[in-house]
């Protein structure tokens, strides 16, 4: 009897581990691989039930005993900046986004370096080579773009890749509701221009000018220090066991 290939994806489940974000818990996922010709059409569907993407796999918690991961959109049409959010806008005024294919650079690779280096030495990135860095970026079957956000001085013009000072970098993938941050890193030394808020400022844009109704911000954890910055850009929705439901942080 020939054997007919499935069209639906498998799903799988990891073993228990410590959870990094609430102390006591362990963590648990499930995922499946996106990979084929659907891939970008399986990615929309998962993400909008609470998934990300990680290379070719598409995961999302299924911790036994917590459900504090909860999953972020921003609404897009109704953002509006805060007064602190305007001044990190115009701090960076000097700073140009340019989008390009999912292909890294070792240019990249040095900044992704110095802020694992810098933020992130203990965490579960901090080993990675150049070579785990490419396939973070490359190994992707949906539509990946890298936005290089580089500093323009008084008398350069930036046409293009390798021109003008590179401090920020987004993975970023596009979807038919929107624009997923899959990950996102910068130079330490300018702790002062708040670009990680930038960064996600400039999706915002980047996503309203496109016609995309959301901006998925990944997991949230009530009470985690690390994630607490990504309430802060409202409207947004959370998904729950209802599906997505409005968000407001000020009554929280």
């Given at each position: 009897m020939k054997h007919q290939p499935t069209q639906s994806p498998q799903f799988f489940l990891t073993a228990p581990s410590p959870c990094p974000y609430v102390e006591g818990q362990f963590?648990?996922?499930?995922?499946?691989?996106?990979?084929?010709?659907?891939?970008?059409?399986?990615?929309?569907?998962?993400?909008?039930?609470?998934?990300?993407?990680?290379?070719?796999?598409?995961?999302?918690?299924?911790c036994?005993?917590?459900?504090?991961?909860?999953?972020?959109?921003?609404l897009v049409d109704e953002f509006k900046p805060s007064r602190n959010m305007k001044r990190v806008a115009a701090t960076n005024a000097d700073l140009i986004g340019v989008e390009h294919?999912?292909?890294?650079?070792?240019?990249q690779y040095s900044l992704f370096r110095t802020y694992l280096d810098a933020r992130h030495r203990r965490g579960g990135m901090s080993d990675m080579t150049v070579l785990d860095y490419a396939m973070m970026v490359e190994d992707t079957h949906v539509d990946t773009k890298i936005i290089e956000y580089?500093?323009?001085?008084?008398?350069?013009?930036?046409?293009?890749?390798?021109?003008?000072?590179?401090?920020?970098?987004?993975?970023?993938?596009?979807?038919?509701?929107?624009?997923?941050?899959?990950?996102?890193?910068?130079n330490p030394e300018f702790e002062e221009r708040s670009l990680g808020t930038f960064m996600i400022l400039d999706?915002?844009?980047?996503?309203?000018?496109?016609?995309?109704?959301?901006?998925y911000l990944g997991y949230w954890v009530n009470g985690s220090r690390k994630m607490a910055y990504k309430v802060r850009f409202g409207p947004q929705e959370h998904l729950g066991p209802k599906g997505w439901e409005r968000y407001d942080h000020e009554a929280v």
């Open positions: 963590e648990r996922k499930v995922f499946t691989h996106l990979v084929g010709e659907r891939a970008a059409e399986l990615n929309d569907l998962l993400t909008q039930g609470g998934f990300r993407r990680s290379q070719n796999i598409a995961y999302r918690p299924a036994e005993t917590c459900r504090a991961c909860v999953s972020v959109r921003i294919d999912a292909e890294p650079s070792t240019e580089r500093r323009r001085g008084p008398d350069s013009f930036i046409t293009g890749r390798g021109e003008g000072e590179l401090i920020a970098v987004a993975l970023t993938d596009r979807m038919g509701d929107g624009l997923s941050m899959v990950y996102s890193f910068f999706h915002i844009a980047r996503a309203r000018a496109a016609g995309l109704p959301h901006v």
